[in-house]
Structure formats: C-alpha cells, structure tokens
C-alpha cells in the first residue's frame, strides 16, 4: 500500500470518526466470516458501522480527531464500531451478537467524548430499549393510578358504611 493510500484511508477514517462521537473497540479473535457478516448485519440494523482497520492508520486518524484514550487499546486484531449518535443500539446489538452468535470482547470505548471501561458498554447492551422504558414507565403509572382510584372507593365505602 502507497503512502497516498494510506493517507487516504486516515482520511476516510478520520471523517467517518467525526460523524460518531461513540466508538467501541473490538477484538474479534475467533469470529469467521459468517460470524463477522452476521455481526455487520446487526450493527447495520442499529445505525452503526463496523470497521477493521490497520492499529497504525487507526491511531493516526484518532489523533486526527484528538481522541487519544483508545491509543493503549489498539493492539491486535480491532475492530472499531462507530455507533454513531446513539450509544445505546450499537451496544445491545454487540450484547445479542455475544450472546446468540458468538462472543466479541470490548477493549474500550469513548461514550460522548468520555474514556469509558468495557463494563461500562457491556451495561449499556443490556438495557432495555427506549419502547420498553417507556412501556415500563406508563405500566407504574397505570399502577400508581389504580392505588389511587382503589384508596378514593375505600374512604367512599368506609363513609357509607358510618353514615
């Protein structure tokens, strides 16, 4: 490879890492080609991207970008996820691949512009999606509106019963 063409994929990288303030690194040891075609497809349906890229070209574009916790972590066979500007999707498809496909071990990751720990991500992969939060959330007030309505029809009863 060409000095220009390297120079060329930092660039590429570099603009790509600009679009996604969220980024994971990856070591994909041991994922075949249909298992890194089936992780690529999920990433894909989560909005984010999953690279393999040269450490060296790697370092270079996130020195670009002045991202520099990731340096130590960019060693062996990485596969960069640029999760794009949502976190959360990127690590639950991370956390399905893990589970149903195969494993893929998390190094590190840069959450909004913070160094985060691989726990960190795996903890985001595991919670539940937006539409279920909020489902949760409408279940506790339907809850909280049934104690309600049942302590008005108990006082009611309880002021008919001494009348």
């Known amino acids: 490879m060409s ?12 603009r790509r890492l600009e679009i996604s303030p969220n980024i994971y690194v ?5 994922l075949n080609v249909e298992k890194m075609t089936e992780l690529r ?5 989560a909005g984010a991207r999953y690279l393999v890229v040269k450490n060296t070209l790697a370092r270079r574009a996130l020195a ?7 340096d130590g972590h960019l060693q062996g066979p990485v596969g960069l996820v640029l999760a ?23 190094k590190a990751g840069v959450v909004d512009g913070e160094a985060v ?7 985001l992969g595991s919670l539940p999606s937006r539409e279920v939060l909020l489902a949760q959330f409408a279940g506790s007030l339907n ?7 049942g302590a008005l029809e108990a006082l009611r009863e309880q002021r008919q019963a001494a009348s």
């Open 117 to 123: 720990e691989p726990a960190y991500i795996e903890r």
């Open 143 to 149: 809850g909280i509106l049934y104690q309600v309505v």
């Open 26 to 30: 990856t070591d994909f040891t041991g």
């Open 84 to 106: 794009g500007e949502d976190p959360l999707p990127a690590a639950q498809a991370i956390g399905d691949f893990s589970k149903n496909v195969g494993t893929l071990a998390i």
């Open 64 to 70: 670009d970008r002045n991202i520099s916790a990731l």
């Open 41 to 45: 497809r999920k990433l894909r349906e």
């Open 3 to 14: 000095k220009a063409e390297r120079q060329t994929m930092v660039e590429d990288l570099a």
